[in-house]
Structures are given as structure tokens and as C-alpha cells.
């Protein structure tokens, strides 16, 4: 893992066109390079370069793909992968041949669906009659048994069952169950075939039940049926996977490839190409280039020092363990160029503030417990789609259970009870009012430890954006920016001086000259940034009106001034939502083991702390883990995070990538 974001090279090549094909599928198989279109070549030399003009159309390679990943998805089948090894093996896909396989192929789906279809209507239908019988409901439905004078009983069985009724025999007896909705349409076949009634009770009594069998055998037959319908479709995708497999990789491979020689410019005998590459890389694509090309060709590397700094793209490298967390980051934004990698102080931040909020042993278990159970499940079911727990938040709970134990164990808290000793303080004794003793023994001491924590918060982010900035060689912005040096030592001024406040009981500030000269020497230093600005400017052949800048220093010496003032207050008392979220935590918790006492029965009692602990889970839980979330966006990345980054983007086998071109 990178602490910064990787150091880039870009590279230029120029190879022979014979052999661009095979160069740009060795660098798709390495995945380590962002191709950059060619386009700053002298104006008297644009004319001998030509863009590169595709072989066949890109939409109908893309179109056909999508057909085939269609199929696998219609026969729950998975996407082949493609490994590097079989790029040379795939070449020009043949889309008349492709077409034709999937035409037959989805003909033979039509037809299976059609059958499918008849076989649901009919599923419905017995579903609803059964439903009524089970619960007796005989105004919807109605149940007859009689005889026929025609002998056309091949005829009298068809137009039955186009009326939507079920016919069965019995003895010398037809049965019919129907649905009394469609009487209308029954009667009239009925007439036609000359229905007679039964009229004895036993026969009537004794037909029902055995209609009411035969009609729930006929409902397991039908579900059976739909099966063999699907397997039927899956067993046709199924005998062709092989075939559309090695289809679906050739366009898949094209497509890449295709993608990437739309950035190559061509001469009449070169190739010309120009993308990142991180400078780790460089030996290695060095050597790839040359081995394809039989070292015909010419290559050049430009330091990132050489380009503006917002053009490079951005690789960060964090360890496998934090991809939860480096998702958090990429939700917000890419890190600048060279600047600190966010994720592993995201890590550590986001599962301490969940840990203040949601401690507890048992309840931490059951989130890890969740978590783990289901990435699993998306593991053993890699085509399921994402529920309400993504795959994403499944591995998050993976973290963010143990971080809740370890709170647990540091205030005693076991599913709202105090079972073992906190190697901290008593959460719970010190909310209820119970605490003896101790360093924390009142709200108030839970209320210090958190703005304690989120001042420490505040810090980290500064001494992170301190870094970023010397590494930017932005000096002045270091010195006076109210996220710089100067807003650093008025901050801890200010904290200085409120600890101090309260610790006199309200009553007093320092009587010390460090804190004038610790808030007048800073503000004045922020003051100069006008005019220090303005020189810097004058410098470069930007000079202003001095009244202009008298203005322009005074408005934004106040406007700084108001921003660190109110800014760093509100962002340091925001952190006070992790103690409101514990405290409301514990106040749950116990308000639950109030309510389980009411009824004074041992298994209604442990009904409601189950109830109670499913609740505060879900509810607290969620609250804790958005809460957590803000507070590393607003509070946390405000002091160091900027955000403008571009995220680099190789072309690789797994690269995701758009049509038009």
C-alpha cells in the first residue's frame, strides 16, 4: 500500500503498424496503461497523420455481445472470463455466423416461452381455485358432477378447458371445478354437449374431496411442467455456451482493442500512441513494447514534473483488507495527484466513530455475523443481483462488527446488559446516573471525550493537508490559508483557551500573553495574504489598483476570519452527534430492559430484548454508520481533502468501456 497516490510517466511510442495489433493486446493482457489521444503534434505535421478507422462497426460488435450476454443471462450463466494467455488466440469475430446462431437460438426461446406463458396462466388459475376451496369460499367458485348424452368426449374435454374450468372423471361421473366468474362461458358447452346433473349426496360428497385431490395433484404437475419448460431453454443455451463463449470473448477482445487504437494516430508505414503508466511500470512496458515490435520502434517518456499536475491521472494503491473503505473515498472523489492517500485514515476514523457510537459486544457480533453470511451467500451466487444488503455493505459489516465489539469492551456492554467489566467506563452506569467513581462519571464527560476525539480528528486533517501542500510546493497557500500553518495555530489557541475556560468553571480566560500573541500574530500573518498575493501577482504581469487591493485584503481577512472562527467551532461541536448517538444507544437499550420487566414472565422478557436488540440494530446501527459517513466528508475531508483528481483508468480485460467512439 501507497501512502501517496503513485508516482505516473507518460509514455510515446511510435511502432510499426504491422505490429500495433499485437502490441495492443500484450498492454490490454499487463492492465496498466491509460491511453491518451495523440492530438499536439505541429500543425504542418497533422496533415500526414490519419486517425485510426475501425474494420468493422463498433455498435454491431457491441450488439451482438450484448445478444449473447442476454442468452446467459435467460440460461443463468455466468460470463466467461478471459484470461491473458488466450488473447492471441481470438481474432476478427464473423457477426453473419454469430447472428445466425443467436436467431436459432432465440426462435427455440420464443417457442419454450410461449409454452412457458400458457403453463403460468394455467398455474394461476389452479392457484386461485385451491385457494378458495382451502378456505372455503364457495361464492367464488363452483363445483358440479354429472354426465354428458354426446359421446365426443375429445371435443367435450377441449372446449372445457378453453372455458377456463378443470375437468376430471369419476367413475361414470365428469367432474368440473370452475372458477363461478366464468359460468357464463360454461354453460353454454354444457348446453351444447347436454349436461346432466347428479343428484345423489354420497356421489357429490365423495367427488368433491376427490376433485379437491386431483386439482393440487394438477397444480404440483403444472409447477412441474414450468420447470421443464425452463430447463428446456437453459438445456438450449446450455449445448451452445461452449460455441457462444468463444464468440462472446472474440468481441469482447475486439472491442478493447478497438477502443484502444482509437487513440493511435497512423502514418502511412507507423503507429503512433502516447498514455500513463505508472512509473513502477515503466522497465516493464519498456520491454513489452520492444519484444512485440522486435525492438523497431522508438519510445519516450515524460515526467509527471514536465505536465500541469490536474492533467495526470490519479492511482492509488491501498491494501485489499481497506476496499470497503477506499469505495468511501471514491463516493466522494479522486484525491489530487500526488497528494495523501485518504482511505487508510478513512478506515481507522470511519470504524472509531462507529465504535463510539454503536458499542456493543453482542450487537457488534450480529453485524459481523450479517455481514459475513452475506458475502458469502454473493459469493456462492455470483449472478444474484444486489439486495438491500449490497455486496458492498455485506463486506462493510465485516468491519464495522468487530469495531462495535471492541467499543463494547471498552464501556461493558453485552446486548444492553453490563455482563462483563468495561475496560474504559461504564457506558450505561454513567447515562442512568450509576457511575462511581471514574474518570467519565456524567454526560458531560461523554460529551468531552468525543469533542476530545473530534478535535484530534480536526488535527489529523490539517497535518495531512499540511503535507499535500509541501508536497505541492504551494508555500504560501501552507502559510496563510485558514487550513495552513497560521489556521492550525489559531485553532489550538482556541482550544487552549476554551479547555481552560471550562476548567475555571466558566469563569475565566488565560491571563497569559501566549494567547495574544498566539491569536494576534497569526490573524496578522493571515492579514498579509493580500498583499503578499497581490505582490506575487504584480510579479507575473498582474498588477492592481492599491485601493483594490486595500479592499480586497480587508474583505478577506474578514471573511477568513469568520470561517476559522465559525468553522472550526462547528466542525469541532459537531462531534458531538457521536456522543448524542451512544447516549440514544444506551437510552434504547434500557428503555427495552424497562419495558421486558413489565410483564414479569421470563420468556415474554427475553421476547422483548430480542425485539429490542433486532430494533436498535437496524435503526441505530444505520444511523450510526450515516453518521460516520458525514462526519468523515464534512469534517474530516474539508480540512485536507480537495477532490479534483482524475481517476486513471487503464484499459485492461475487466475494463468497462463505451461505444462510441
Given at each position: 500500500m501507497n501512502l501517496f497516490t503513485k508516482k505516473m510517466k507518460m509514455l510515446t511510442a511510435v511502432i510499426p503498424s504491422d505490429k500495433s495489433e499485437y502490441v495492443v493486446k500484450a498492454l490490454i493482457g499487463r492492465g496498466v496503461m491509460e491511453f491518451v489521444r495523440v492530438e499536439d503534434l505541429p500543425e504542418e505535421n497533422r496533415k500526414l497523420v490519419q486517425k485510426h478507422q475501425s474494420r468493422i462497426s463498433i455498435q454491431s460488435i457491441a450488439d451482438m455481445r450484448a445478444r449473447i450476454e442476454s442468452v446467459f443471462k435467460q440460461g443463468n450463466i455466468q460470463l466467461p472470463t478471459i484470461e491473458v494467455s488466450d488473447l492471441e488466440a481470438y481474432d476478427r469475430p464473423d457477426t453473419g455466423e454469430v447472428k445466425r446462431l443467436l436467431d436459432a437460438i432465440a426462435d427455440t426461446i420464443s417457442r419454450e416461452r410461449e409454452n412457458q406463458r400458457l403453463i403460468n396462466q394455467k398455474i394461476n388459475?389452479?392457484?386461485?381455485?385451491?385457494?378458495?376451496?382451502?378456505?372455503?369460499?364457495?361464492?367464488?367458485?363452483?363445483?358440479?358432477?354429472?354426465?354428458?348424452?354426446?359421446?365426443?368426449?375429445?371435443?367435450?374435454?377441449?372446449?372445457?378447458?378453453?372455458?377456463?374450468?378443470?375437468?376430471?372423471?369419476?367413475?361414470?361421473?365428469?367432474?368440473?371445478?370452475?372458477?363461478?366468474?366464468?359460468?357464463?362461458?360454461?354453460?353454454?358447452?354444457?348446453?351444447?354437449?347436454?349436461?346432466?346433473?347428479?343428484?345423489?349426496?354420497?356421489?357429490?360428497?365423495?367427488?368433491?374431496?376427490?376433485?379437491?385431490?386431483?386439482?393440487?395433484?394438477?397444480?404440483?404437475?403444472?409447477?412441474?411442467?414450468?420447470?421443464?419448460?425452463?430447463?428446456?431453454?437453459?438445456?438450449?443455451?446450455?449445448?451452445k455456451k461452449e460455441e457462444l463463449s468463444g464468440y462472446w470473448k472474440s468481441f469482447r477482445v475486439f472491442e478493447l482493442c478497438e477502443h484502444v487504437e482509437n487513440h493511435f494516430s497512423h502514418t502511412k508505414n507507423t503507429t503512433l500512441f502516447s498514455g500513463w503508466v505508472p512509473a513502477e511500470k515503466e522497465k516493464e512496458i519498456e520491454a513489452i513494447i520492444n519484444d512485440e515490435c522486435d525492438g523497431k520502434c522508438i519510445i519516450e517518456w515524460t515526467d509527471d514534473t514536465a505536465i500541469d499536475r490536474s492533467k495526470v491521472p490519479v492511482s492509488v494503491s491501498s491494501a485489499k483488507i481497506l476496499e470497503p473503505f477506499e469505495v468511501i473515498v471514491d463516493n466522494y472523489a479522486t484525491p489530487e495527484y500526488g497528494s495523501i492517500n485518504p482511505t487508510p485514515f478513512v478506515a481507522i476514523s470511519y470504524m472509531a466513530m462507529f465504535a463510539l457510537m454503536f458499542a456493543d459486544i453482542g450487537q457488534g457480533f450480529i453485524i459481523f455475523l450479517i455481514g459475513l453470511l452475506g458475502t458469502l451467500d454473493y459469493k456462492k451466487h455470483p449472478m444474484k443481483k444486489d439486495g438491500l444488503l449490497s455486496r458492498y455493505l455485506c463486506r462493510l459489516l465485516m468491519y464495522l462488527g468487530p469495531a462495535s465489539m471492541f467499543g463494547g469492551l471498552l464501556f461493558g456492554s453485552t446486548f444492553g446488559y453490563s455482563w462483563i467489566p468495561a475496560l474504559w467506563f461504564n457506558y450505561h452506569a454513567v447515562v442512568n446516573g450509576h457511575a462511581e467513581g471514574g474518570l467519565i462519571h456524567d454526560v458531560y464527560g461523554i460529551l468531552g471525550v468525543t469533542i476530545k476525539f473530534g478535535i484530534i480528528i480536526i488535527f489529523t486533517g490539517l497535518i495531512l493537508n499540511w503535507i499535500n501542500l509541501i508536497r505541492k510546493k504551494r508555500y504560501l497557500t501552507l502559510i496563510f490559508d485558514k487550513n495552513g500553518i497560521m489556521g492550525g495555530i489559531l485553532y489550538a489557541v482556541g482550544i487552549w483557551a476554551c479547555f481552560y475556560f471550562v476548567g475555571s468553571g466558566y469563569k475565566s480566560f488565560p491571563d497569559s500573553p501566549l494567547l495574544v500573541f498566539g491569536i494576534a500574530i497569526p490573524a496578522f500573518v493571515i492579514f498579509l495574504k493580500g498583499p503578499v498575493m497581490a505582490y506575487v501577482h504584480a510579479k507575473q504581469g498582474h498588477k492592481e489598483k492599491l485601493s483594490q487591493v486595500i479592499m480586497d485584503t480587508i474583505m478577506e481577512f474578514l471573511i477568513d476570519a469568520l470561517e476559522i472562527f465559525s468553522g472550526f467551532l462547528s466542525n469541532t461541536l459537531s462531534f458531538m452527534r457521536v456522543a448524542g448517538l451512544g447516549i440514544a444507544h444506551v437510552s434504547l437499550m434500557t428503555a427495552f430492559e424497562d419495558m421486558s420487566a413489565i410483564p414479569g414472565n421470563p420468556v415474554a422478557k427475553v421476547l422483548i430484548m430480542i425485539l429490542g436488540n433486532v430494533l436498535v440494530i437496524a435503526i441505530e446501527g444505520l444511523s450510526a454508520g450515516i453518521q460516520a459517513l458525514r462526519l468523515n466528508y464534512y469534517e474530516f475531508f474539508n480540512r485536507y481533502f480537495t477532490g479534483r483528481g482524475i481517476a486513471f483508468s487503464p484499459i485492461s480485460l475487466k475494463s468497462r468501456i463505451s461505444t462510441d467512439n
Open positions: 388459475l389452479v392457484s386461485e381455485l385451491v385457494g378458495y376451496v382451502d378456505k372455503k369460499e364457495e361464492e367464488y367458485y363452483q363445483f358440479r358432477v354429472g354426465t354428458i348424452e354426446k359421446t365426443n368426449t375429445s371435443d367435450f374435454e377441449e372446449r372445457i378447458s378453453s372455458s377456463g374450468a378443470f375437468l376430471f372423471n369419476y367413475n361414470d361421473y365428469y367432474m368440473i371445478l370452475s372458477l363461478k366468474r366464468d359460468n357464463s362461458r360454461l354453460d353454454g358447452v354444457l348446453d351444447r354437449f347436454v349436461w346432466t346433473e347428479c343428484s345423489k349426496p354420497e356421489v357429490q360428497t365423495k367427488a368433491f374431496a376427490k376433485a379437491i385431490e386431483l386439482i393440487k395433484a394438477k397444480q404440483k404437475e403444472l409447477e412441474s411442467d414450468k420447470a421443464a419448460v425452463q430447463k428446456k431453454i437453459t438445456d438450449s443455451i446450455l449445448n
